[in-house]
């Protein structure tokens, strides 16, 4: 009871400061715990994915270092100039010949160098050519009798073998991953004329062998346990320990594996590259993985201290701002004055505040009603004038069409009297379209299509008609009777005023920056100066000059018609308005 009265008395200032520290830390704390647990999940897993990857792409460039070096021994090996060189008696060839043969060898070699990986190519050939020295390009074989790695060249069968190889020359002696092969005599295949050796740089394979944590030991090892290459780390003392033992190489495929190293728990994953017999090998520390998550742990405790710092200093300001209604109340004010009708969305409260703000949002309700109204009003004024103007236009097409049936059922033609019948039926039904004074782009063609088809018989046949309008646009809306006027007008004041009544009437339609391009074309005989001009066209200039006061009406633009006419060419008639669908009716 104590604590309940004394939360009652404190002020309503120092109530919500105390919630507000209740309701924000306790919450803080639950996201901190749930949030650390999922990311020492999800950093756990993108140390693996990190490692997996760096492996996956070292093992690739490894192994497309690898394959092309073997391509250039096969290059090198079916050589036919090259082999025939090598292969000749080297008593049959004066020193002469034998120099200029090496010649055009060394020449091919260099060129193959140059545009490889390789460091170096060497020849092992018959000791009776002519050769001297150790670091030359062509070496006699008896300087490799007997070493291990020429053995094991040999005893390969002339398969692409890669061996440990050191290079000694008066100058320098360094390791290299050499590719021994067996040159064969192209005569005779069971014959071999010597040896060719390809070195590759282990400084440039140790540069291939990136880490993704510093504790991590990347090295390629052979089968017999040899180690190729390694990591900058390799050869520190603490590392050194981690190369593993011939019997431990073992392909992990596509993920790491626990492995126990000097009673230590490691991750390792080893695969062969190719069919090389070396082995990429990635070990890791599991305790890396942990150091990775304590860092990540001390990162998120700081940040939600600073946070939660943040918000003790923050409630202040929100509790002062709980009680500055009327400062909400004076900017929506303001914003009535530059014309935004906005109610104040707070909690109704019975208070003086409350009440002045409920009057203020009667106010702005009462506004918002008076100018939908006026808005309604504007908008029958509009259809209204829209659907006088459709009455007005184009009804002498129905007195010639019945003018047409007359003439025909005097002449007996009652096939054509049903066939304009039943399209005079679908050009009404499309023109009624339900009391609805806007239609598609699709109806509004067809009710030309079918205008057509009825004039096609009272001309005879001399009427071409032509549509060329994607079929993305057809659900596009326009008042209705908007086309079928200006091809009447097409027809009737253009084409059947040439001497010989033939022409052609072509609809097109494309969209450009939301703006939709109608053109009614004719190769009739043109306008002379406007449409006032030419006996006749008094109707159809009242025809058009109703369409334009209807485009305006609707789409709220002025000048939505354009007109070009020549006398050679014909008239065509533009037609430019905003693109209004079917789904975004305005």
């Known amino acids: 009871m104590k604590i309940k009265l004394w939360f009652s008395n404190l002020s309503l200032k120092q109530k919500l400061l105390f919630l507000f520290a209740l309701v924000g830390l306790i919450p803080l704390m639950i996201t901190f715990i749930i949030s650390y647990q999922k990311i020492t999940s999800a950093t756990l897993k993108s140390q693996n994915y990190a490692a997996n990857q760096n492996y996956e792409q070292t093992l690739s460039s490894l192994s497309g270092t690898f394959t092309r070096i073997e391509k250039l021994s096969t290059m090198v090996i079916l050589n036919d100039a090259l082999v025939s060189a090598l292969g000749t008696d080297p008593l049959q060839k004066d020193i002469g010949e034998q120099l200029i043969d090496f010649g055009k060898i060394e020449t091919y070699t260099k060129t193959l160098e140059e545009s490889s ?123 050194s320990d981690l190369v593993i033992s011939p019997s431990q190489i073992k392909e992990t495929k596509s993920d790491f594996e626990e492995i126990k190293l000097n009673n230590m728990d490691y991750l390792l994953r080893c695969n062969q590259i190719g069919k090389t017999g070396i082995f990429l090998t990635s070990i890791i520390p599991k305790t890396a993985a942990s150091k990775a998550v304590d860092i990540v742990g001390t990162q ?51 208070d003086e505040m409350g009440r002045l703000v409920s009057s203020y949002n009667y106010m702005i309700n009462s506004v918002q009603d008076l100018l939908q109204e006026q808005y309604q009003l504007g908008q029958e004024k509009k259809g209204a004038e829209l659907k006088a103007l459709q009455s007005q236009i184009n009804p002498h097409f129905l007195y010639n069409t019945l003018d047409m ?83 009447e007008n097409a027809i009737v004041h253009g084409i059947t005023e040439k001497p010989d009544g033939k022409g052609t009437v072509t609809i097109k339609a494309t969209a450009k920056d939301q703006r939709l391009l109608l053109s009614i074309e004719d190769d009739g005989i043109g306008l002379k100066n406007d449409l006032s001009d030419r006996p006749g066209y008094r109707g159809s200039g009242y025809g058009i000059k109703n369409i334009e006061k209807r485009l305006e009406l609707y789409f709220g633009e002025s000048q939505c018609m354009r007109y070009e006419s020549d006398s050679d060419t014909g008239t065509r008639i533009t037609i430019d308005v905003p693109v209004v669908r079917h789904s975004n009716n305005m």
């Open 405 to 487: 049936l007359n003439w025909m059922a005097q002449r007996e033609e009652r096939d054509n009297i049903q066939q304009v019948v039943y399209a005079l039926s679908d050009y009404y039904k499309l023109i009624l379209n339900k009391g609805e004074d806007l239609v598609t782009l699709k109806d509004e063609l067809r009710m030309c299509r079918i205008y057509v088809d009825i004039q096609q018989r009272r001309f005879r046949g001399r009427i071409t008609f032509a549509i060329e309008v994607d079929e993305e646009l057809l659900d596009c809306l326009l008042p209705k009777i908007t086309l079928q006027p200006l091809v």
């Open 300 to 350: 998120m405790i700081m940040i939600y201290v600073v946070v939660a710092a943040a918000l003790m200093i923050l409630i202040f300001p929100v509790t002062r701002s709980i009680t500055a209604r009327i400062f909400l109340l004076s900017r929506k004010m303001d914003q009535v004055r530059l014309g935004e009708l906005r109610k104040l969305d707070i909690e109704p409260r019975d």
């Open 117 to 239: 990986e390789s460091e170096r190519i060497t020849y092992y050939i018959d000791d009776r050519f002519v050769v001297s020295g150790t670091d030359t390009r062509f070496r006699k074989l008896k300087l490799i009798e007997g070493r291990e790695w020429s053995k094991k060249v040999i005893n390969n069968a002339g398969r692409p073998t890669w061996v440990l190889y050191e290079n000694e020359s008066s100058n320098e002696s360094r390791k290299y991953l050499t590719l021994g092969r067996i040159l064969w005599d192209t005569r005779n295949y069971s014959d071999s004329i010597g040896l060719v050796t390809i070195d590759l740089d282990l400084k440039k394979i140790r540069d291939n062998l990136t880490r993704t944590v510093p504790e991590q030991v990347v090295y390629l090892i052979n089968e017999e346990g040899q180690l190729v290459a390694g990591s900058d780390n390799v050869n520190a003392a603490h590392v």
